[in-house]
């Protein structure tokens, strides 16, 4: 990879530069305040990614500048940093003005191929949808409750097995590995009708993806920058000479076409057969289990850290269950402490934390709140040319305190009991609880309500038989890695969330 970058980073480097001091007096957004770069060949990309936690700077650009800012990105770009309600809407409203870029792209089609949901744009996206929206309906989630609940018993029965051959055992595990286990498990089991966490070669080539994704070195920041920037038969020339990562790309990408033919051949074999096929119900993005698992982490690692909150969602499990049997969605939508956690850690820990998007035709930018520009002016509208690039600040949207209250940057389940969310915003920017973490607009996560039924039944499951805690050498932190991490902090820096598991 190595030579590629070189190669690219200089002569993006060199064509910059010449951009850059012929039309440094022609700035886009010269005028929008925002932090100083630490350097002109990242930017402030490594405060951004790199630092942890995430966040560090990132929430206090928010908090010193407001919900609009000017940032750099590597080599001198300029970027907008957008967390305002009303300028995301317009970002994200299906009105063509703003788009993922085409080398963006190009890495999407690497991975899921040109009819895949991620890929695919306008008219083409639309039909998708509405062809993939029956397999999230209420009545097809109702169908995957005991699937799901099998799937987290699985889990704690393998704990349990784990722990009792080791009467030694310090009963500490190490959740991120477990849970991502069971999450892909969830995913390709109840939606596409297949078990791939015993498909050993898939699973593997599943892990390389999601490995290199991961990476948090500088590196892998430029890197990205230079192939945004490189033209687009350049890119596409990268898949017949591939570097490391781009062949882990393609990888995967050839076996899941290759499953994905395999899906529908079974799904038109069953309804030759006048029957509805059990399995390849639809040929869903199994990368999204990535956020989901990181979710259940999360709110494990809070209740971990709270002994209350663990034991008053226990005993409202264990009251639900004597009141009536857990056997479709409206039972764990009746359990109020469970759904406020889930609800506190989708805002708090964002799936992933920010996205871009490129401006495809010049167009103005309107703002809820006013800022105050360099020059002294107050703006309510940024003026964005074509092909500028603006971060859709999700984590910064599910924190802005005159949304969240106060306490925005504080994490709180009780938040969702006194509905400050609903008081201090009209009209929902996400599909879930006012939350952008499932993005909103007309590509907002189709699988949003199985993502949120999937936490319901595991968290359940497992708060329910078992007790969590914080081992005393606990030092977790945060991290971006694709999908908000934990990190653990000290010598040899590593991801993963070792917790206490005590089996009731």
Known sequence: MNSYL????????????????????????????GPVPTSWLFGNMLELIQHAPYGKHEFTWQRQYGPVYSIKGCIGEDRLMVSDPTALRHILA????????????????????DAGILYVQGSEHRRLRHIM??????????LMVPNLQEIAEELRVKWQQSLQSNL?????????????ETALKAVTQCIVGYDMPADNAYTTS????????????????????????LPNWVFSALAYFPPHDFATMLDFRKMSDRRSRVFLKRKIEARELGVEAGEGKSLFDVMRELSCANTIIWALYELSRNPGWQERLRNEINAAHEYSKAETPEFYDRIPFLNALIKEVVRFYSGVPYTERIAVRDTILPISTAITSRSGKKVTEIPVKKGQYVEVAISSYNRLSTIWGEDAEQFNPLRWFDERAERNFNGALGPYANLLTFFGGPRACIGWRFAVLEMQIVLCDLIRHACFGIPESNNVVAAHAISLVPLQMGDKEHIGLPLKVSLM
């Open 133 to 142: 929206l029956p397999s999230f309906s209420t009545d097809a989630l109702r």
């Open 94 to 113: 299906d009105t063509g003005d703003f788009r993922k870029s085409p080398q963006h792209q190009l890495v999407n089609k690497s991975i899921s191929g």
């Open 6 to 33: 070189l190669l690219g980073a200089a002569s993006l480097v060199i064509a910059r530069a010449i951009k850059f001091y012929i039309s440094r007096s022609q700035r886009p957004f010269a005028d929008i305040p």
């Open 206 to 229: 599943y892990r390389n993806i999601v490995a290199a994704g991961a990476k948090r070195s500088k590196i892998a920041i430029l890197t990205h920058s230079v192939l945004l920037a």
């Open 168 to 180: 030694e055992a310090t009963g500490i595990i190490d959740m991120y590995p477990e849970i991502h």
